[in-house]
């Protein structure tokens, strides 16, 4: 794309794609800079937000739903012709392999267009005038006002969309922080934001986040904070704003969902949807599969079948055809994994799957570990990425137990025939995370579906139609039935 002149500090992305270098050595290939922003242009992007919302007056807060969804439509337009680059770029700044990242992308524009059929519904509801008590009243749905957008590196395009696209429409104006792997994708698109909707709507910055953000809450300008990232950044980020309990908060955050095995399950689909669940983009999800609970009586089953289908996983650069495992963007993750393998087997576990932790470069060979247990890393940290511990049970309570005393609460799996004891455990799951999965891995999609989480996992309600609740407030107009 065309690069404007920059004087300024910059920040250069690495892509997690190694080239060799003329010593013989592998190094991360630059892919590109972005400018930082300082903290005075971060305040006066924020006051064009500020402006633009105008304390509800602005011209956006103020244009007719229909008006709005025109402007979405023609950005939508803009986006579809930037595909070919927003995938290379996502491929080069995340590793995420080719089809995944079309995916990633179709699957934006999908959720575009479902939202913007969710606003139609939900205005049309809305607009329905109703006489209770001899008053007349038009319920509405109004905005909040000027809302901080963060995305993460795993979905840089889809889930942060999934924040700012609501938020656009429900008549809000943004601030916007791209995540520093996965910041260049959104170069052209803020382009097509820019002449798609009225000055000041969509602004962004640049930077890593503890350095940019917290001047902006500071402000106390910030309606509300919509964040996808881990919790440790969440409570970091909010605590800078002064009145923190009234600061409105959307957030998908840490997890670590749980899989179980029950004695009658049918090994060949626990291990087909484990496999896609532990491993899809590596384990880079936040609905990830990220610890796997099997019955002793079928552990050794289980991991003769699903030992081998992890080693025989295709490791690769993005655009090979077929790579399964790609490489990894954040640069400390290799010795992290590697840590907390070690940190197993010093606790007595053992890798199960040949090749198991070897790591090229930024590639890293998925490994499995058995038996897990309480006391080791793997055991409750959120690994995200290709190390699945697996732990053995007797009874179900022991799983049911973890899931009360973990610090999260996403989603679980459950793979059985009994469909009596599945039945059974229904209850007591879903009251326990957000969403139970029946003989299928965890995962997001549809992206209709609520996707949200309990304790550190979320606040509030993601997808398409709850977060154009999530990013509004029901008001009303009322008048005497004179
Ligand atoms: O990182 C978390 C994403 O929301 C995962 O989405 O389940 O569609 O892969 P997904």
Not at 309 to 328: C, F, N, R, Y
Request: charge should be negative.
């Amino acid at each position: 794309g065309e690069m404007r002149p920059w004087n300024g500090p910059v920040s250069e992305v690495y892509s997690p794609v190694c080239v060799p270098q003329p010593d013989g050595t592998l190094q991360r290939k630059l892919v590109g800079s972005f400018p930082v922003t300082t903290d005075k242009e971060a305040l006066e992007a924020l006051d064009a937000a500020v402006a633009a919302y105008d304390n509800g007056r602005g011209e956006w807060p103020t244009m007719s739903v229909a008006d709005r969804i025109r402007c979405m439509e023609t950005f939508v337009g803009k986006m579809l012709e930037q595909k070919k680059l927003v995938v290379n770029l996502m491929m080069w700044e995340i590793g995420k392999n080719l089809a995944d990242s079309t995916k990633e992308f179709d699957r934006t524009v999908t959720y575009i267009y479902d939202t913007i059929d969710a606003l139609k519904d939900i205005d049309r509801a809305g607009s329905r005038f109703r006489i209770e008590e001899g008053i007349i009243g038009q319920i509405r749905r109004s905005p909040l006002g000027v809302v901080l957008a963060m995305g993460p590196f795993n979905y840089p395009l889809n889930e942060t969309y999934t924040t700012l696209i609501p938020s656009i429409l429900m008549g809000n104006t943004i601030l916007f922080k791209t995540p520093k792997h996965g910041s260049l994708l959104h170069y052209p698109l803020l382009d097509a934001f820019r002449t798609s909707f009225p000055k000041g709507v969509v602004n962004s910055i640049y930077g890593r986040g503890a350095n940019v953000v917290p001047p902006v809450m500071q402000s106390g300008k910030v309606n509300v904070l919509t964040l996808i990232g881990s919790s440790r950044v969440a409570d970091e980020l909010q605590r800078h704003h002064p009145k923190l309990n009234r600061l409105r908060s959307i957030m998908s955050l840490d997890a670590k969902n749980a899989a179980i095995i029950l004695p009658d399950a049918d090994l060949d689909v626990a291990v087909k949807e484990c496999l896609l669940g532990a491993l899809s983009f590596n384990g880079q999800r936040c609905t990830a599969i990220k610890i796997i609970w099997v019955h002793r009586s079928i552990s050794d089953a289980f991991l003769k079948r699903f030992s081998p289908a992890v080693s025989a996983l295709k490791l690769g650069m993005p655009w090979d055809e077929g790579a399964q495992i790609t490489p990894l963007p954040e640069p400390q993750k290799t010795d992290y994994l590697t840590g907390c393998i070690q940190d197993a087997e010093s606790h007595g576990a053992s890798i199960m799957n040949e090749g198991g932790g070897e790591t090229t470069a930024s590639l890293f060979k998925p490994a499995v570990m058995y038996p897990v247990q309480e006391g080791m890393k793997l055991y409750r940290e959120e690994q995200f990425g290709p190390v699945i511990p697996v732990v053995p049970f007797d009874e179900v309570e022991e799983f049911i137990n973890y899931l009360i005393t973990d610090d999260h609460g996403m989603q679980a799996s459950v793979f059985g025939t009994n469909t009596d004891r599945i039945a059974e455990l229904i209850d007591p799951l879903v009251n326990l995370v957000c969403r139970v999965n029946i003989n299928a891995q965890c995962q997001r999609g549809p992206d209709t579906f609520p996707f949200t989480g309990r304790k550190d996992s979320a606040e509030g309600t993601l997808s398409v139609e709850d977060a154009l609740r999530s990013f509004s407030i029901r008001t009303c107009v009322a008048t005497k039935d004179t």
